[in-house]
């Protein structure tokens, strides 16, 4: 079992900048990979990020590429993601997530994890 509680959400203005934090309990953290991801009004849930078990890896969406950054404190059981000039469409609940699965590849789709976060609000005003 994995507990996931994210902060750092809230309003900002259209070229600012947010650090979301997801902190984890339960299983060991620094056996897995974890990931963001984010619902928009009256859309799906889609991928912003992916982080490996050791920071060695990460992969993002191209919508966000260059502009987030995803990393993580084993010690402190923490995943981040770092988002920098941002964007009204960057409008979301933002969601962070955990893959136990073991694979050598990072998850880029719901299904490829397990333990969900309730979510923190990210709102960009223009």
């Known amino acids: 079992q994995v507990q996931l509680v994210e902060s750092g959400g809230g309003l900002v203005q259209a070229g600012g900048s947010l650090r979301l934090s997801c902190a984890a309990s339960?299983?060991?953290?620094?056996?897995?990979?974890m990931g963001w991801f984010r619902q928009a009004p009256g859309k799906e849930r889609e991928f912003v990020a992916a982080?490996?078990?050791?920071?060695?890896?990460?992969y993002y969406a191209d919508s966000v590429k260059g502009r987030f950054t995803i990393s993580r404190d084993n010690a402190k059981n923490t995943v981040y993601l770092q988002m920098n000039s941002l964007k009204p469409e960057d409008t979301a609940v933002y969601y962070c997530?955990?893959?136990?699965?073991?694979?050598?590849?990072?998850?880029?789709?719901?299904?490829?994890?397990?333990?969900w976060g309730q979510g923190t609000q990210v709102t960009v005003s223009s």
């Open positions: 997530a955990a893959d136990l699965h073991g694979s050598s590849s990072l998850a880029t789709q719901e299904h490829g994890y397990e333990y």
């Open positions: 982080i490996s078990w050791n920071g060695g890896g990460s």
């Open positions: 339960g299983r060991t953290f620094s056996t897995y990979a």
